[in-house]
């Protein structure tokens, strides 16, 4: 079975860094709230330009998967959580501090 990618294409025929992964806007604005981080802020961190943070959020675009990735990890390193879809739809959490 083939996974396809927001367009309904398979990825294994689209470019690598156009490919997607499972993080939406919503995710990122909600991710970014809970760690009391702005957009800026966000755009140092995973190392991306100010606008690309801006226009995933605002879903004018998606970022090449890289930067996606860099912007996921740095949410990530900062403690928090991605959760897929589990039949009450995706979201976020802060990490468990140990």
Known sequence: ???QNSCGVADSLVPPHHQTM??????CRAARGLLDMTQAQLARKSEVSLRTV????LGEHRPMLANLRAI??????????FIDANGE?????LRKRS
């Open 22 to 27: 499972k993080f939406s806007p919503n995710q």
């Open 1 to 3: 079975m083939q996974l």
């Open 54 to 57: 801006i226009s995933f959020e």
């Open 72 to 81: 996921r990890s740095a949410l990530e390193t900062a403690g928090v959580i």
């Open 89 to 93: 739809g995706p979201g976020v959490r």
